[in-house]
């Protein structure tokens, strides 16, 4: 690391409960969902230096777009105009993405990589942002993204954007699985949601707060607390809990995603379920040889070469340096 660039670890989030509440005026749905960082990261470097006033993305994963349409992209562009002052100094930014988290995913993986130029280039202009001014930032790039900041354990309501931290759970692993040929596209997810079950929605302001408030002191919440506590005498209720409302759409659409979430399940994991969108399933682990025993059993149910799996860790952070200093 230089003084004028640095490189960040751009950690994927898992969903372990997403529930949608109801519409907003904006036209997104209102989620309750509980987000939480694992340790499949990417490594996002950016530069600044004097010169034209450019922005450039390098990155050689052939789906990841290396121009304007890339979130990362548009997180510094959202940056110099934030802050001419520091564009001003050092115009001219690079950003380097070295991909791990699969692309399309459910994982957060492009909300990550942005949230890491926001956070570089607040330490390379030394512009001095807090935490929470930095989520403000990302609220207006992506409903992830504001959480990537942070990570953790975290209570999001709102779109996505709106987060109250939970007691971080370290001891816990997941394994990972996606066809490497199948992506689902989350507008069309939210548009069927709604077409199927608009009916349920909470249609005015303080029912909608109170099925966030059922949330924020119902039984997953209960659960993880004592998790971060270290008490696992009731860990095998966490497979009840999980809750993925996206769920009711998208596996009776996509065959291959369910016969995948049968499979996990096969394995007795402590819980298993889509993430977010999709297409990614994940299954839940007690520790990082059960989930090695997890994955060994899956691929070899699911040969398929298009299926690529991975273990994780749960982690306590978010963005943060590649020298392992959490920022």
């Known amino acids: 690391m230089t003084a004028n660039s640095l490189s960040l670890w751009t950690p994927a989030k898992v969903n372990l409960y997403l529930e949608i509440v109801g519409d907003r005026p904006d036209g997104f749905h209102e989620l309750s969902t509980i987000f939480q960082s694992i340790g499949l990261m990417d490594r996002v470097t950016v530069a600044v230096k004097s010169g034209p006033a450019a922005i450039s993305v390098d990155c050689a994963h052939p789906l990841v777009p290396n121009d304007h349409t890339n979130l990362a992209y548009r997180a510094a562009e959202l940056m110099a105009q934030a802050f001419?002052?520091?564009a001003d100094r050092q115009s001219t930014i690079q950003i380097a993405i070295a991909k791990n988290?699969?692309?399309?995913?459910?994982l957060a993986g492009g909300s990550s990589n942005a949230a890491a130029v926001l956070v570089g280039l607040n330490m390379l202009w030394e512009l001095g942002l807090t935490r929470q001014e930095l989520q403000?930032?990302?609220?207006?790039?992506?409903?992830?993204?504001?959480?990537c900041i942070g990570g953790g354990t975290a209570l999001a309501t709102g779109r996505g954007e709106v987060l109250d931290s939970l007691p971080c759970i370290s001891d816990l692993?997941?394994?990972?699985?996606?066809y490497d040929n199948l992506s689902i596209s989350t507008p069309w997810a939210y548009?069927?949601?709604?077409?199927?079950?608009?009916?349920?929605?909470?249609?005015?302001?303080?029912?909608?707060?109170?099925r966030h408030d059922q949330v924020r002191s119902g039984a997953m919440v209960r659960l993880l607390s004592k998790l971060a506590k270290g008490d696992r005498h009731n860990l095998e209720k966490i497979r009840a809990?999980?809750?993925?409302?996206?769920?009711?759409?998208?596996l009776p659409d996509y065959d291959q995603i369910q016969k995948l979430r049968e499979c996990f399940l096969g394995q007795t994991p402590l819980g298993a379920m889509m993430s977010g969108s999709g297409?990614?399933?994940?299954?839940i682990a007690a520790?990082?040889?059960?989930?090695?025993?997890?994955?060994s059993a899956v691929r070899q149910y699911m040969p398929d070469p298009e299926l690529s799996l991975w273990t994780a860790p749960f982690i306590a952070q978010g963005v943060h340096l590649a020298s392992d200093i959490s920022v």
């Open 287 to 295: 520790n990082g040889a059960n989930a090695k025993l997890i994955k």
């Open 173 to 178: 692993w997941v394994v990972l699985g996606k």
């Open 241 to 250: 809990l999980l809750r993925n409302d996206l769920e009711r759409v998208v």
């Open 84 to 86: 001419p002052e520091g």
């Open 101 to 106: 988290i699969p692309v399309a995913a459910g």
């Open 191 to 210: 548009k069927r949601y709604r077409e199927v079950f608009e009916k349920e929605y909470a249609r005015d302001q303080d029912t909608q707060t109170s």
């Open 279 to 283: 297409p990614t399933v994940f299954g």
């Open 136 to 147: 403000d930032l990302a609220a207006k790039l992506g409903s992830d993204t504001a959480f």
